[in-house]
């Protein structure tokens, strides 16, 4: 077992050091810098492994904050009208319930998996339980911190806070006892990349179950919540005899990463074969414009079941929950006090909000895969008064299409809080909707500014930019960072429109400057 350990952590490592190594290559500044031969460099080799250690210590930590202080603690703050230790206990239940058999770290194919097994003919039992011990080990060290803070900072009791990371461990091997068990009985394997109708069905209702009973008041009681998460360590307790003793790992590992060769090809065309089919193929399709607005409308007239069709569900989907909001408030009305000291301070929320809901990417990628491919390989396509012509067409449509959400929101929170209890100061209303509006103008600026400046994409359209990647972190970060400021509404608001103005013009300078050496084809 634990030459099997050091065996697949060499493997992993390696295989992580030289896609940090390739990684460096790809930022602008290092490029020129790094020798061609850096793979053989000892020094950025030591150095690569610095960057896999740190990373593999952070993610143990990392991604449980953000799901703490995101699924769990943040939004149990919403819930004022039940008690704190409730409301947390309650809807960490429901979450553990999902990530038992959405996550449970034993049936899902990767490259290192395949390495390891399949080429280098390592013990796939051996391999499999090591991993996955590691995999349960990183689970309770990773919760712990953050049921003991977050837990104790919400009263739940001190004992409870220790076992609950042995709870969510239990939970995961219970449900992948029953998947072994399945698989003896019925040859069937459970795939977490690819979960059925049903299991999706499913995550959605245990959703509701965690976050609207607490909206509406109601929690499992403390005892309740309890027993049900201690009952996993026994549980988790028997079935680890399942896991150690399931004598199929090789089988079950074959089928599992048959597909792991070819799957990055596979989705490389599934991926454009989905593009095209949202293509309409009307030919009747035409425009009486010309030059590049003639190109660009064609382009959105062809993509608008890829471009406006989400951009109006998800509108549709925003005037739903802010008429829920206001129906709320209908119902109960002490909840009107709660709302209304929320809507004048937590408008820095709302940027992780549009920053999930606007279709910047979508709207690039597109451009790529379907235009701008082959029309990279003209040289006039590159000139920077194409550039920057082209740029003002593209962030005129996907402002569009990305402020019709974004209008339903705001008109949605300016409703909100009229009727939560208004405001002295109209200005407030029209701040409030013109920061919402501002925001989403920003995101559509960023993204398409990053697409000009870093085009992240090759011929092939396989993304292969670490810059951009980098810069998509950021951008995430910085959205999740703003949820925790509590500004005043016109303090915040007035910011935002100042800053999203300012950043429209440095982006079209930039734009014009050097998107002529950047916008081009990845070799």
Known sequence: MLNTLRLSFSLKNTYRVNSILYSLRQIPLLKSLLPAALYQVRGLKIFANVLSLLWELVSIFLFKALYFLAMVWGLGLLYQNVPS??????????????????????????RDKYYAMILLRMNARSYTLVHYGYALLKTVVGFLPFTLLLGLER?????????????????????AAYSLRDYEKNGSVHKENKLQKLVWLLTGVLLVLAYLPPALGFVLPLAVSAG????????????????????????????LLSQVPT????????????????????????????GFEYLNELFIQRHRKILWRSSLRIAGICAVLCCGVLLLMELLPEAKANIHQSGMTWLPYFAFILYFINRGTGFTQALFMNCDHSLLTYSFYKQPGSILKLFQIRLREIMKINAVPALVLGVGLVLILYASGGTDNPLNYVVLLASILSMSLFFSIHYLTLYYLLQPYTAGTEMKSGTYRIAMVLTYVVCYLMMDLR????????????FCVLYSMVACILVYKFAPQTFRLRT
């Open 85 to 110: 230790p409730l409301s947390f206990l309650h809807i960490l239940l429901f979450l553990t319930l999902i990530g038992s058999y959405m996550n449970t770290s034993l049936f899902v194919p990767t």
């Open 155 to 175: 009263g739940v009791p001190l004992w409870l806070c220790l076992l609950l990371p042995f709870c969510v461990a239990g939970a995961k091997l219970s449900v």
């Open 228 to 255: 049900l998460f201690l009952i996993w360590i026994p549980a988790g307790l028997v079935s680890l005899r399942q896991v150690v003793n399931f004598r199929y790992y090789r089988e079950i590992n074959q089928e």
């Open 263 to 290: 799957q990055m090809d596979s989705a490389k065309k599934a991926t454009k074969a989905a593009s095209e089919k949202a293509i309409s193929a009307d030919t009747s399709i035409t425009s009486q414009k010309v």
């Open 487 to 498: 500004l005043p509404l016109l303090v915040f608001g007035v910011a935002c429109i100042v």
